[in-house]
C-alpha cells in the first residue's frame, strides 16, 4: 500500500474510509477531521477512490478553489439499514424489543453500535441513525395531519354535497386551530419543560477495580443515601489525613448568619408575593433583601446568586454597583473569592412532589433529606467559596484591628436553620423586612355549627355500624 493509502484510507468490519486532517482555518466549517465511507470493501475500488478524494481536498485547502462536492446520503431507512451493516451492525432489534428487554440485554444491543462509534473520529448523521436505529422525523405538522387523513379517507362522507361536507369537517379545523393557537400562547407565555427522574445504580462502576469518589460532606448526599444498601463506602484514609480541615466548624465563631424572614422560599411564597405572578414576586422578594442589605452593609463585597427569568436572564440585582459579584448556584471547586466576606444565596431551590415520591418509594428517602441533599449542601459549598476557606485570614484582625468575619445571607427559615447545625454557628437573625402576614400551611380552619357536628357524627356512627354487619355477614359465610 502506498503512503497516500496508508494515510488516508481506513478499513473497518470490510468497508473502506476516506479521511484526511483539516487545516485550522477551516475547522469551523468542517471540524478537525473529515471522514468519509467510500461505500466499498473491494482494496482497488478503494484506493481508486481515495486518490481523488485526496488530490481534490488538497488542492482545496492549498487554493481554497474548487471546493469537492460533499453530499450526505438522504437519511431513509433504506440508507439506515444499509449503514448499520456496513458498519457491522447485522443484528437489528425493534424499538419494542429494547425497551422490553433487561438492562444487560438492552446494553448488549447497543454495544456493537457504541463500539463502531467509538473508533469514528468524526461521525456523520446518517452513522449516528444507524447506530441508534432512529429515523429522520417527519415534518408534517398538525394542521397537515388533518389534510393527509381526509386524503387517506375519501369515502368518509362522500354522499353529501359540498356544502354539507365542509361542514361535517368544519368542528375538526377549528378544534385543530384552537389547539395550536393555544399551544403557542402556552410557548410564548413560558418554557415548557419534558422531565425524566433517572436514578444511576451502583453496577455502573462494576467494570472498575476501584472506585474513588470525591465530595464534601458525602454521607448527606443522594448518591450516598441511594447506594448505601447496596454498597459499603470506605474512606480514603490517605486522603482524609491530609485533608486541611474535616467541615468549617472551625470557623463557626467567625460567621454571621442573616435570613430572609420567610418560611420556605417556595413558588406558592413568590406568587402569592407577585399577586399571582412569580417572577414578578420574585424580583419584589430578591429587590427588598438588596435594599435592606444596602442599608446594613454599605458598600460591602459580596457574592450572590438567585434563580433566573423564563427567558435564562437573571433578575436584577439592585448592588451589582455597590460591591456585588453574581456567581452561579453551585461554583463547586471555586477559588476566585476567598479574599470576600459576604455572600447572599437567594434561589428557591425545591424538588417537586413527584420526584420526592419516587425517592421515597425507591429508596425510602424523606422529603426532609432530600431537601438537605440538593439545596442546603449548595448553600454549604456556596458559601463556602468565601473567606469561610482562608484559615490565614478569617478571624484574623484586619489593617484597623476589627476581627474579620464572614456575613452570610440565606433565603429563609429553613435554609438558616439547617447551615446552622452544619456550622455549628451561633443563631440567624431573620433581617427586618415585612413580606406581610404568611398564610399559615395546610388546610384553612373550617368553623361548624353544633348541628352540623352532630349531623356528622350521626353519619360516621350509621357508616360504623354498616361496616361491622358486613364483616359479621361475611364471616358466617365463611363458617
Known amino acids: 500500500m502506498s503512503l497516500v493509502d496508508a494515510t488516508y484510507l481506513f478499513k473497518r468490519n470490510n468497508t473502506y474510509y476516506f479521511r484526511i486532517a483539516v487545516p485550522s482555518f477551516y475547522w469551523d ?14 482494496l482497488k475500488t478503494a484506493k481508486a477512490l481515495v486518490a481523488e478524494l485526496t488530490a481534490k481536498w488538497l488542492n482545496y485547502f492549498r487554493t481554497g478553489e474548487n471546493p469537492p462536492e460533499d453530499h450526505h446520503e438522504k437519511i431513509t431507512p433504506e440508507a439506515s439499514t444499509n449503514r448499520a451493516h456496513n458498519l457491522g451492525i447485522s443484528e437489528q432489534h425493534s424499538p419494542e424489543e429494547f425497551l422490553e428487554a433487561a438492562t444487560e440485554q438492552s446494553v448488549d444491543m447497543l454495544n456493537n453500535g457504541l463500539q463502531a462509534l467509538k473508533e469514528m473520529k468524526r461521525p456523520g448523521e446518517l452513522d449516528f441513525v444507524a447506530i441508534s436505529g432512529a429515523l429522520a422525523g417527519s415534518n408534517l405538522k398538525l394542521s397537515g395531519a388533518l389534510d393527509a387523513y381526509k386524503k387517506l379517507t375519501p369515502g368518509k362522507w362522500s354522499n353529501l354535497d359540498a356544502r ?32 425524566f427522574t433517572i436514578f444511576m445504580l451502583p453496577s455502573i462502576v462494576d467494570a472498575y477495580k476501584d472506585t474513588l469518589i470525591i465530595s464534601a460532606n458525602f454521607d448527606e448526599t443522594l448518591l450516598a443515601m441511594m447506594w448505601s444498601k447496596d454498597v459499603h463506602f470506605q474512606r ?87 460591591g456585588g459579584q453574581r456567581v452561579i448556584t453551585n461554583p463547586f471547586g471555586w477559588n476566585t473569592f476567598k479574599h470576600c466576606n459576604m455572600a447572599v444565596f437567594l434561589a428557591a431551590i425545591n424538588y417537586d412532589p413527584d420526584t420526592n415520591d419516587r425517592l421515597y418509594a425507591f429508596y425510602g428517602i424523606t422529603k426532609a433529606q432530600a431537601k438537605n441533599a440538593l439545596c442546603y449542601q449548595m448553600i454549604y459549598q456556596f458559601l463556602g467559596r468565601t473567606m469561610i476557606r482562608d484559615k490565614d485570614k478569617i478571624g484574623k484582625p484586619d489593617d484597623t484591628g476589627k476581627i474579620l468575619k464572614v456575613v452570610c445571607v440565606l433565603p429563609d427559615e429553613g435554609a438558616a436553620e439547617a447551615f446552622q447545625g452544619l456550622l455549628g454557628c451561633a443563631p440567624s437573625t431573620p433581617l427586618p423586612i415585612d413580606f406581610g402576614a404568611q398564610p399559615k400551611r395546610g388546610r384553612p380552619r373550617v368553623t361548624k355549627s353544633v348541628e352540623k357536628k352532630r349531623e356528622e357524627e350521626k353519619l360516621k356512627k350509621q357508616r360504623y355500624r354498616e361496616k361491622k354487619k358486613a364483616e359479621q355477614a361475611a364471616q358466617m359465610q365463611l363458617e
Open 236 to 322: 480514603n484514609e490517605w486522603i482524609q489525613s491530609r485533608l486541611r480541615y474535616q467541615d468549617m466548624k472551625h470557623v463557626a465563631d467567625f460567621v454571621e448568619l442573616y435570613h430572609a424572614p420567610v418560611k420556605n422560599l417556595s413558588k406558592t411564597f413568590l406568587t402569592r408575593l407577585g399577586k399571582g405572578d412569580e417572577e414578578r414576586g420574585t424580583q419584589d422578594y430578591v429587590d427588598r433583601v438588596a435594599l435592606c442589605l444596602g442599608d446594613m452593609f454599605p458598600g460591602r463585597e459580596h457574592i450572590h446568586c438567585s434563580n433566573k427569568l423564563s427567558d435564562d436572564k437573571d433578575y436584577r440585582w439592585l448592588l451589582d454597583d455597590k
Open 29 to 42: 466549517k468542517y471540524g478537525k477531521q473529515i471522514w468519509r465511507s467510500l461505500r466499498t470493501g473491494d
Open 164 to 195: 354539507a361536507y365542509d361542514k361535517k369537517w368544519r368542528p375538526f379545523v377549528r378544534a385543530v386551530n384552537d389547539f395550536i393557537e393555544m399551544l403557542g400562547k402556552v410557548i410564548c407565555k413560558r418554557r415548557v419543560w419534558l422531565q
